[in-house]
Structures are given as C-alpha cells and as structure tokens.
C-alpha cells in the first residue's frame, strides 16, 4: 500500500459505488423498453419502486466524496475524479428518473394497441442503452476514443427524435382522437433523448477528468 | 478552476479531442529577483542544480518540495544567508531588480535592508515590543521618537496586531503567544520598508488560528511588497500563493500559476507530490 493507500482505497470504493448505481439505471432503461413493447404494466409498477434504490445510491455516492473532501483535501486529479463521480452519479440517477417517467407513459397507453409503428422508438432505446454501457466502459477504462464515439452516436438519437416528432406530430392532425396515445409517446421519445444526452455528458466528465478541461462533445 | 491564460477550448472535430494546451506565464510585473542557471554546492553535494526562475513583484511565489528538496537553500540564498555557510560555492546569477546580487561589490547590507525575512520559529528581540520594532530604523539612524512611534504604529497595524498590543507596547515581546510572537517577527520586518519578504515555513510552528491570522496577513500585505514563502504545507501554498514553485532534488520541476499547479499540474512528479503520493 502506498503513503495515500486507505485515500486511493476510498476513492476506488465510492467509484465501485458508481458503477454500481450505472448498471442499476441502464437496468432500469431496459426494463423499461422491455415493459413497453411488451405492455407489461406489471413490470411497469416495479420500475417505478425500484428508483428509491437508486436515488439512495446516489445520496451515498454524495456522502462519501463530501466525506473524503473534507478530510483528504484532494488536490489535481483526485479532485477532479471526486467533482466527476458527484456529477456522473446526478446525471445517472436522473436516467433512472427517465425509466420511471417511461414506465408511467407506459401505464398511461395501458393495453390499448400502438396507433403508429414504434419501430424508431425501439432503436432509440436499445441506441441509448448501448450508449449509456459504452460510457461506462469507458469510464472504468479511462478510454476517451470509446468516449468520444459515444458522442457521435448521440447525433444519430438527436435525428431520430426528430424523425419521430414529426411522424408523432403528422398524425396529430390526421387522427386527433388519439391526441392522448400520441403526447405519450412523443414524451417517451423526449426521455429516451434525454438520456442519451446524459451519456454525453458523462463521456465530456471523462474528458475534464483525465485533461483538466472542459470539452462540449455536442458540437 | 483553470483561468488567466488558459482557453476554454470547445472542440468541432474528434481529431483534436484532448489535445494539450501549453500554459505561458504572461505578466506585466516587474521581475524582482531573476535566477538564470543558478547552481549552489554544499561542499560536494550539488543542492540546487541550474534554477531558472523569475519572481514578480506584489505576487506571493511559494516553494514547495519534500524536506532536502533546496527550498530553504534557495530563498536563503536570495538575501545571501547561504553566505553564513563556509562550504558554499555558487555558480550562475541571481539578479534583484536588475542586479547581480552575488557582484563583488554588491553590499550584503544594502541587500538585506530591502530583503527582510522572517524564519520558522518566532524570534522576536528579548527586548519591548517598542524597541522589536524600533530596532531596525534605529539601525538605520532614525532617533526622532515621533517619527520612530509613527513608524512602530504603522509596521504593528501592517501586520494586523496593533490592536492586540498598543497598550502594552513596553512589555517584553516574550510574553506573547507564539502567534503574536510571529506578527511581531513580521511588523519588524515591515519597519524597514522592504521590498520583498521572505518567509521561510512562517506558520509551521503556530497554531491553526495563529497561521490563518498570518495567512491573512499575507494576502493583504502582498499589495506592498513581494513575497517568497517556502512551505511543507501545501494547502497553504494553495490557498495564498499566486504563482508555486515545486523543487525536487535541488531542481525546479515546475513553476507555475497555482490555480494550475493545484489543478492540473503539467509534470507527474508534481502531481503525485501535490496528491500527498511522496514526500
């Protein structure tokens, strides 16, 4: 163990606690794909109390890096490293927030069949989720190429979103009667963006983490 | 936390991703002591090996390094104390405001009346608080008691401990506490109306109070004059510095804005120095 051997070990800990709320909240995402395709309302039901879990991680990852701040005055990268597992586990905990709005919309079309094809939804999901598990390889790995291709996929969700808008949007008009069916999934679409957005985020942290500046991967 | 001379950058194309900012010191301050490929021997040991280092006036420019590291050695050698030592030789150039101060007929006297120092261990005069302050600008054959109570007044207020003492200016310096001891130290030092100001580990005897109190002090004195502290703690550096100097076996690995140095240090070593991982 070297001289800042229990520090390190602190730090690796609370990371460790990370990628534990990760994998939860991407778990969430996937339930949540799962349960609207296949209207498992059920399914639904537990997502949404599942969250706490989350949302107690998240207040634990808080806890300790406010904890090891104050008795370790990390400086340089160790600092930057805690600053990011604070602002990575917000934004994951927020991805868990998304499943749930998702699983509420999906409980909201309740049993009743999909007006449209769904097609473009489904691939922003499994897009999405393949983003948010390649951050967080990339994360662990410190691996900013991986990082930086997930931002370039989130051009690809941005322009799906707006395909879907304008589909959702079209039929609006052609057939207001399901004006209702149609506002949730265009919500639904708007969360799924929502998270993709959230990867990048965490994929620019990884950027400011190893080089100390802040880089907008979204241009 | 990165500012002054670093760009914000904001990046289109993945080529330049991560790429490397260079960081340049650019200033518009006088330069008070200019080292140009300064070495310094203790006998055979090599203690400071080609130091390059310009320090600006109204900055405060910490040295930091582990123990043996030369930072002691090199702000000594700065008003010359190193001299004190028989088995000095030096080679290269230190210039203070212009001027070589190792130049043959370069008064060590007329050196140190403009750099003051104030040392690890308060070491007021076992004498009055009065004749502490006084000493110097009766040194320098000041007699007028007006004009030496002016002068006592106004270093005690410059090192903010006039209030604590004026009515007790002709009890033994002695009796006060350590941290009052080291203010005392310092208005003594501010009583000659240096230029720069020395400060070699000033807190590291004092108590939490008493080193925020003189960390305090710094910032609102840095105004005036210039100041070099070596120091072991490195938060202090952190938080009163404006530019740190890290020393590492008698050399300078990096000199640098603190802002950048406590952030992203550009060297490894500096790094893992500064993150407590040696030392």
């Known amino acids: 163990m070297g001289v800042r051997g229990r520090y390190e070990h602190d730090i690796e800990d609370v990371q460790n606690e990370l990628i534990k709320l990760c994998k939860l909240s991407i778990s969430q995402l996937d339930l949540t794909f799962k349960s609207f395709i296949n209207k498992d309302l059920k399914l639904a039901r537990e997502i949404i109390n599942k969250d706490t879990e989350i949302n107690h991680l998240e207040e634990l990852i808080n806890d300790r890096v406010i904890l090891i701040m104050t008795r370790q005055q990390p400086v340089a990268k160790d600092l930057r490293r805690l600053v990011v597992l604070l602002k990575a586990a917000s934004d994951m905990e927020r991805v868990g927030d998304y499943a749930v709005n998702i699983a509420k919309e999906t409980i909201r079309i309740g049993d009743s069949q999909f007006i449209t094809s769904v097609e473009l939804i489904e691939d922003m999901f499994l897009k999405t989720s393949a983003m948010l598990n390649q951050v967080v390889e990339a994360f662990v790995e410190e691996n900013t190429t991986k990082a930086k291709e997930v931002a370039d996929f989130d051009d690809q969700i941005d322009e799906m979103y707006g395909s879907m808008i304008t589909q959702l949007m079209k039929l609006s008009s052609v057939r207001p009667e399901n004006i209702s069916q149609i506002t949730n999934l265009a919500f639904i679409c708007r969360f799924i963006e929502r998270c993709a957005d959230l990867a990048t985020n965490i994929a620019e942290y990884l950027f400011y983490l190893k080089k100390g500046q802040r880089f907008d991967l979204n241009n | ?279």
């Open chain 2, 1 to 279: 936390m990165i500012k002054n001379d670093t760009e914000k950058l904001t990046l289109k194309s993945s080529e330049n991703v991560g790429e490397e900012t260079s960081t340049k010191i650019i200033t518009t301050k006088d330069t008070v002591f200019q080292s140009k490929n300064f070495d310094l021997w203790y006998g055979d040991h090599h203690a400071l090996k080609d130091i390059n280092l310009d320090i600006k006036e109204n900055e405060v420019t910490a040295i930091i390094g582990p123990s043996g590291c030369g930072k002691s050695t090199y702000i000594k050698a700065l008003n010359r104390m190193v001299e004190l030592v028989p088995i000095v030789k030096t080679n290269g150039e230190i210039s203070y405001r212009g001027r070589n101060i190792f130049e043959g007929n370069y008064e060590v006297e007329e050196l140190r009346t403009k750099v003051g120092m104030v040392f690890q261990k308060p070491n007021p005069f076992p004498k009055s608080i009065y004749d502490n302050i006084a000493y110097g600008p009766r040194i320098h054959g000041i007699k007028n008691k007006r004009v030496l109570d002016e002068i006592v007044e106004k270093s005690l207020r410059g090192a903010a401990i006039w209030d604590e003492v004026k009515d007790r200016l002709n009890q033994n310096a002695y009796g006060l506490s350590g941290g009052q001891q080291q203010r005392i130290c310092i208005a003594r030092c501010l009583a000659i109306e240096p230029d720069v100001i020395l400060m070699d580990e000033p807190t590291s005897a004092l108590d939490p109070i008493s080193t925020l109190k003189v960390e305090e002090l710094v910032q609102e004195i840095k105004h005036k004059y210039s100041i070099i502290i070596v120091t072991h703690n490195m938060q202090q550096a952190a938080r009163i510095s404006d530019k740190t100097a890290f020393f590492l076996n008698g050399e300078v690995v990096e000199f640098d804005h603190t802002d950048k140095i406590f952030s992203t240090p550009t060297d490894q070593r500096t790094e893992d120095y500064i993150s407590g991982r040696f030392g």
